[in-house]
């Protein structure tokens, strides 16, 4: 499984970014999709999350009507569309795949697999 996250790039505060997340061959539908992202010096972090359906989304409090996530299944992508951006979400941005079944979003030990990681930065 090959995940390949795009989209970052160089934005002011209040501009916006969509970032995608590709992933190789059929592995892709019928999983749960998650955003995570990594500041210089801090933890790595839930950023957003979407059901192998498409029908549920979930959000960190921070990105919380700013951010919206959506998949579409025939092009093994999902997508994150950041709005209204801040200098606090400069990060490196990461896709992952749920592990079949699990329903815990938030949890990045609960993702098998991962992208290489793309960069935003937020200039204030």
């Known amino acids: 499984v090959q995940l390949q996250a795009s989209g970052g790039g160089l934005v002011q505060a209040g501009g916006s970014l969509r970032l995608s997340c590709a992933a190789s061959?059929?592995?892709?539908?019928?999983?749960?999709m998650g955003w995570f992202r990594q500041a210089p010096g801090k933890k790595r972090e839930f950023v957003s999350a979407?059901?192998?359906?498409?029908?549920?989304?979930y959000y960190a409090d921070s990105v919380k009507g700013r951010f919206t996530i959506s998949r579409d299944d025939a092009k093994n992508t999902v997508y994150l569309q950041m709005n209204s951006l801040k200098s606090e979400d400069t990060a490196v941005y990461y896709c992952?795949?749920?592990?079949?079944?699990?329903?815990?979003?938030?949890?990045?030990?609960?993702?098998?697999?991962w992208g290489q990681g793309t960069q935003v930065t937020v200039s204030s």
């Open positions: 992952a795949r749920l592990i079949a079944g699990s329903t815990h979003y938030s949890e990045a030990n609960e993702y098998l697999y």
């Open positions: 061959g059929r592995t892709f539908s019928g999983y749960g």
């Open positions: 979407i059901n192998w359906r498409g029908t549920s989304t």
